[in-house]
Nanobody, 115 residues
Framework: QVQLVESGGGLVQAGSSLRLSCTAS????????MRWYRQAPGKERELVAS???????NYADSVRGRFTMSRNSAKNTVYLQMNSLKPEDTAVYYC?????????WGQGTQVTVSS
């Protein structure tokens, strides 16, 4: 089992920055992929960014160049640095971890970007 706890969401103005954090606990040695998803009201959950244990990252086209996902293995934490935020980035952001047996989700953190 893996537990994920997100933090760092909030209400900001367009053009601002936020950094989300996701700390993993439990059987973290088996995790082989971590991802950030988001879900806006009335829309499906979408993949925002992912990072492998080797540090390889991928991003959705809508955030590439503005968002950066990173990891601190010593702290069992991944981050999502979000710059140049837009109102369309408003959503609940979820941390996700994948191991050989299951997929795990955090509780989500709200990000609201005002115009």
């Amino acid at each position: 089992q893996v537990q994920l706890v997100e933090s760092g969401g909030g209400l900001v103005q367009a053009g601002s920055s936020l950094r989300l954090s996701c700390t993993a606990s439990g059987n973290i040695g088996s995790i082989h992929l971590m991802r950030w998803y988001r879900q806006a009201p009335g829309k499906e959950r979408e993949l925002v960014a992912s990072v492998t244990p080797s540090g390889s990252t991928n991003y959705a086209d809508s955030v590439r160049g503005r968002f950066t996902m990173s990891r601190n293995s010593a702290k069992n934490t991944v981050y999502l640095q979000m710059n140049s935020l837009k109102p369309e980035d408003t959503a609940v952001y979820y941390c996700n971890a994948v191991d050989s047996w299951d997929v795990y989700w955090g509780q989500g953190t709200q990000v609201t970007v005002s115009s």
